[in-house]
């Protein structure tokens, strides 16, 4: 890293390739391991799992390692060329849409972490995927959902978060998050900002952002359509990131049963 700012691109942002979003993702949450046990409590010994929007594998290769048999799936390509670049046994990722679930056999368990219902883009679509995910299941199996929450009260203004990650070649990667809820008060507009600041001599710096929309409903319009779809509720938490460390800011955490 350079000890001034000679070297620094004037703040631009360009596009960032599905590739790469695919790379620093993997980077930013390889090492991260909070929530695997989370959901291991609620597992019992060699569960059949599905995890949706499995994206590197990170949740799920980690579920495998503590005994059981875990299915993830992605709709990103890139997402899922990481994955096998680290493969392990008891957890198989395959291209698939959360929509459309298509399997020849039922899950006992699946799981959908890490915000990703949020990023479907209207009720309609959480509502098809919810019964795509009651077809997948057995009787009296669960579904485990990490759903985001906004910000009590919703705020108007922009709030930002930062982290710096070391580069495998040296230097680092840094990472800004700007959050805006929309006026409709249903939508957060998140952007990702990474900085790539590889070691000197090694390459170019460069600027990138995602930028990407979020449904971040209250916890009560959640609960009236897990109950209106017709599941029976057998854990809903509302936290704070202090009793879930692995939950970006409010989170609502809930285990939901097919019957």
Same mark, same amino acid.
């Given at each position: 890293?350079?000890?001034?700012?000679?070297?620094?691109?004037?703040?631009?942002?360009?596009?960032?390739?599905?590739?790469? *979003?695919?790379?620093? *993702?993997?980077?930013?949450?390889?090492?991260?391991?909070?929530?695997?046990?989370?959901?291991?409590?609620?597992?019992?010994?060699?569960?059949?799992?599905?995890?949706?929007?499995?994206?590197?594998?990170?949740?799920?290769?980690?579920?495998?390692?503590?005994?059981?048999?875990?299915?993830?799936?992605?709709?990103?390509?890139?997402?899922?060329?990481?994955?096998?670049?680290?493969?392990?046994?008891?957890?198989?990722?395959?291209?698939?849409?959360?929509?459309?679930?298509?399997?020849?056999?039922?899950?006992?368990?699946?799981?959908?972490?890490?915000?990703?219902?949020?990023?479907?883009?209207?009720?309609?679509?959480?509502?098809?995927?919810?019964? @795509?995910?009651?077809?997948?299941?057995?009787?009296?199996?669960?579904?485990?959902?990490?759903?985001?929450?906004?910000?009590?009260?919703?705020?108007?203004?922009?709030?930002?978060?930062?982290?710096?990650?070391?580069?495998?070649?040296?230097?680092?990667?840094?990472?800004?998050?700007?959050?805006?809820?929309?006026?409709?008060?249903?939508?957060?507009?998140?952007?990702?900002? *990474?900085?790539?600041?590889?070691?000197?001599?090694?390459? @170019?710096?460069?600027? *990138?952002?995602?930028?990407?929309?979020?449904?971040?409903?209250?916890?009560?319009?959640?609960?009236?359509?897990?109950?209106?779809?017709?599941?029976?509720?057998?854990?809903?938490?509302?936290?704070?990131?202090?009793?879930?460390?692995?939950?970006?800011?409010?989170?609502?955490?809930?285990?939901?049963?097919?019957?």
């Amino acid at each position: 890293m350079q000890d001034d700012y000679r070297d620094e691109p004037r703040e631009r942002f360009a596009p960032l390739t599905a590739t790469d *979003y695919a790379r620093f *993702y993997d980077l930013e949450m390889a090492d991260y391991d909070e929530d695997a046990a989370f959901y291991h409590n609620f597992l019992a010994g060699n569960e059949a799992v599905l995890e949706v929007g499995c994206g590197c594998g990170r949740l799920g290769w980690r579920l495998a390692a503590m005994g059981h048999q875990v299915i993830g799936i992605d709709n990103s390509l890139p997402m899922l060329r990481q994955t096998s670049n680290q493969a392990r046994p008891g957890f198989t990722a395959i291209a698939m849409d959360m929509r459309r679930l298509a399997f020849g056999k039922c899950f006992s368990v699946v799981i959908i972490a890490h915000n990703t219902l949020n990023l479907l883009d209207s009720e309609a679509e959480i509502r098809q995927t919810l019964a @795509a995910c009651r077809v997948a299941l057995v009787a009296g199996g669960r579904l485990l959902l990490h759903l985001l929450l906004p910000e009590t009260p919703t705020p108007s203004e922009r709030h930002m978060q930062f982290r710096m990650m070391p580069l495998p070649q040296g230097g680092q990667l840094l990472k800004e998050i700007i959050r805006h809820y929309a006026s409709d008060g249903d939508t957060m507009l998140l952007t990702e900002r *990474y900085k790539y600041r590889p070691s000197a001599g090694r390459a @170019a710096f460069r600027n *990138y952002q995602h930028r990407m929309t979020l449904l971040a409903w209250s916890p009560e319009r959640w609960r009236h359509l897990f109950a209106e779809t017709g599941w029976r509720i057998r854990f809903f938490s509302v936290d704070e990131p202090r009793r879930f460390p692995f939950a970006t800011g409010r989170a609502l955490l809930v285990v939901l049963e097919k019957h």
